[in-house]
C-alpha cells in the first residue's frame, strides 16, 4: 500500500508542473476584454511586446504584459490591472486615486509615481526618488515603507 501510494504521489508530481505552464505571446488579442481597454485608453500610443500567460491548476490566470516603452502591467484573471511600472516614466493618473495623488504632490514636490501596486487591502506607490509609500483601499496615507 505504501509503495502504491509514493508511486500516485510521484506522478501526481510529475504531471502537476505541466499543468501550469506558462504561455508567451506577442499580441493583446489573449487579454480579456477590460484589460485590452484599459491598455488602449492609458498608454494609446504604446504597443503590447510580449504577454505572459500564467496559469494556475485550477484554471485561474494572470496576464504579465510589456509595452514597446518598457512599461510592464499586471493583470488578474478578470483584466482588472494589480500593478503598473513604468520604470521611469509617471503612471497615467488613471491608476492612482486622486487622494494619493494630492498626498504625493502634496507631501513629495516634483516627485512622480512611476510604480503602484494594488492588492484587496492597499496600495502601495513608488516615487521617481525611489520612495515607497503605503496607502489603505480608501487612498489614506498609512506609512513610508522601507
Known amino acids: 500500500?505504501?509503495?502504491?501510494?509514493?508511486?500516485?504521489?510521484?506522478?501526481?508530481?510529475?504531471?502537476?508542473?505541466?499543468?501550469?505552464?506558462?504561455?508567451?505571446?506577442?499580441?493583446?488579442?489573449?487579454?480579456?476584454?477590460?484589460?485590452?481597454?484599459?491598455?488602449?485608453?492609458?498608454?494609446?500610443?504604446?504597443?503590447?511586446?510580449?504577454?505572459?500567460?500564467?496559469?494556475?491548476?485550477?484554471?485561474?490566470?494572470?496576464?504579465?504584459?510589456?509595452?514597446?516603452?518598457?512599461?510592464?502591467?499586471?493583470?488578474?484573471?478578470?483584466g482588472d490591472w494589480k500593478e503598473v511600472d513604468c520604470g521611469r516614466q509617471a503612471v497615467p493618473t488613471m491608476f492612482v486615486l486622486k487622494s494619493i495623488q494630492n498626498y504625493v504632490r502634496n507631501n513629495y514636490k516634483g516627485q512622480a509615481i512611476i510604480k503602484v501596486d494594488k492588492d484587496k487591502n492597499r496600495y502601495e506607490v513608488e516615487l521617481v526618488n525611489g520612495t515607497d509609500l503605503e496607502f489603505d483601499r480608501a487612498g489614506n496615507f498609512l506609512r513610508v515603507d522601507d
Request: hydrophobic fraction near 45%; aromatic fraction near 6%.
Open 1 to 78: 500500500m505504501k509503495k502504491l501510494i509514493a508511486i500516485f504521489a510521484a506522478m501526481m508530481l510529475a504531471v502537476l508542473p505541466l499543468a501550469a505552464r506558462d504561455e508567451v505571446y506577442h499580441s493583446a488579442d489573449v487579454l480579456p476584454q477590460n484589460a485590452q481597454q484599459t491598455l488602449r485608453k492609458a498608454f494609446p500610443k504604446s504597443q503590447v511586446t510580449r504577454v505572459k500567460v500564467d496559469k494556475s491548476i485550477l484554471g485561474s490566470k494572470e496576464y504579465e504584459v510589456i509595452l514597446n516603452n518598457g512599461t510592464e502591467i499586471e493583470f488578474d484573471n478578470e
